[in-house]
């Protein structure tokens, strides 16, 4: 019996998943991939925590996946220029990060890639915000932002190498 309402609850569940990406604006779509890599690196710090190697490597996979396949995958590079070139710098660099955590158990850098992940999150959010009011403005903030990560990304890796 208990089963049964369980089964009744998931469904109910998915179902307002499904309905509420049918529903959602591009960038709102943006913001949720942005919700699930998040999501999946606390839960990937959690089973670091706990020792369990295996839902450790299955949350970060999950992490990868959506960056590399959701985020990266969307961007049009044409369109977006330079934004959409640092953007994909910086998802190669979260992809790559979040691999070597996997295999160093580094805790500290799935934490860096959380927090850039919703820096990045916060942005897209101020974007949907403002893009019927401003959407120039709102593009540049966004532009910015990712234009003084990249360049912080590029300066970390160039001091680590003459280290």
Known sequence: ??????????????VGLETGVVDASPLKLIVMLYDG???????????????DIAKKGEYLTQAVTIVDSGL?????????????????????????????????QDVKKVQEIQ????????????????????????????GQMVAQKTHELQVNRLAAVGA
């Open 1 to 14: 019996m208990f089963g049964m309402k369980k089964l009744g609850v998931n469904a109910y569940a998915s």
């Open 37 to 51: 890599a998040i999501s999946a690196c606390i839960h990937a710090q959690q089973a670091m925590a706990q020792h």
């Open 72 to 104: 990266r995958a969307c961007l049009d590079k044409r369109a977006g220029g330079n934004i959409a070139q640092n953007l994909d710098q910086l998802y190669q660099y979260m992809t790559r990060s979040l691999m070597e955590a996997s295999v160093r």
């Open 115 to 142: 927090q850039l992940l919703m820096e990045l999150k916060s942005a897209w959010e101020t974007l949907e915000k403002s893009a019927m009011a401003r959407p120039v403005q709102a593009d540049m903030s966004l």
